[in-house]
């Protein structure tokens, strides 16, 4: 595809159950970001990859959170033991390299009950 | 920290008003400003972008100043469209000044246009 793909586009789990959200970014894009966004707020950065390495991780919360890129294309986000507080709009980003535009995808939408 | 703060929402105008929408920003350094669009169902797009002071950025008839004598960068379009409504955010990067590539995004301004 052109854009950058999340799936799935919603959803719901239970509190304490472990969720992957997956991330397809543009063919060739060696940046790949995951933000979160609560209601009302503007995305928050959770991790950058520079190819399969994660070159910078300070924006995840806990060790609940963990993010592979193993063949430097797709991305996925590992949320273990969900929280309610953990609901929120997960979004992917990517771009060609770190100093150029990110582009974004639609996000994924979590929630936990 | 970094830290950007603009105007809350909705901002609600008839279709062919004047749009201004207001971003100010704080950084240690000389950073990037840029403003991003969120249609409905659509990710993040950028909308425009300016680098240093004084940097006018522009795309679809929007346009924001780079004001670091003011810390701003507001953005303004003379006529807006139904097609507009959107939700708008501001967001920095230290990029340029070797500062980090991580934008740090405003709340975002929900804008509706009215036919």
């Known amino acids: 595809g052109a854009g950058v793909s999340q799936t799935p586009s919603n959803k719901v789990t239970e509190k304490g159950k472990y969720v992957e959200l997956r991330c397809d970014p543009i063919s060739g894009h060696t940046a790949l970001y995951w933000y979160r966004q609560s209601l009302g707020q503007g995305p928050e950065f959770l991790i950058y990859?520079?190819?399969?390495?994660?070159?910078?991780d300070s924006g995840l919360p806990n060790d609940r959170f963990f993010a592979v890129r193993p063949e430097g294309s797709v991305s996925t986000l590992k949320i273990q033991r969900t929280e309610r507080g953990d609901s929120a709009v997960y979004l992917c980003?990517?771009?060609?390299?770190?100093?150029?535009?990110?582009?974004f995808g639609p996000g994924t939408r979590l929630t936990v009950l | 920290g970094d830290s950007v703060t603009q105007m809350e929402g909705p901002v609600t105008l008839s279709e062919e008003a004047f749009l201004t929408i207001n971003c100010t920003y704080t950084?240690?350094?000389?950073?990037?400003l840029f403003w991003y669009v969120q249609y409905p169902g659509e990710g993040l797009q950028l909308l425009l972008k300016?680098?240093?002071?004084?940097d006018k950025g522009s795309n679809k008839g929007f346009e924001a100043t780079y004001r670091k004598e003011t810390t701003s960068f507001h953005l303004e379009k003379g006529s807006v469209q139904v097609s507009d409504s959107a939700v708008y955010f501001c967001?920095?990067?230290?990029?340029?000044?070797?500062?980090?590539?991580?934008?740090?995004f405003g709340r975002g301004t929900s804008l509706i246009v009215h036919p």
């Open positions: 980003a990517s771009s060609w390299t770190r100093r150029d535009t990110q582009y």
């Open positions: 990859f520079q190819g399969t390495g994660a070159a910078d």
């Open positions: 950084a240690t350094g000389y950073p990037s």
């Open positions: 300016a680098t240093k002071a004084d």
């Open positions: 967001a920095l990067s230290d990029l340029e000044s070797g500062g980090s590539y991580i934008p740090t």
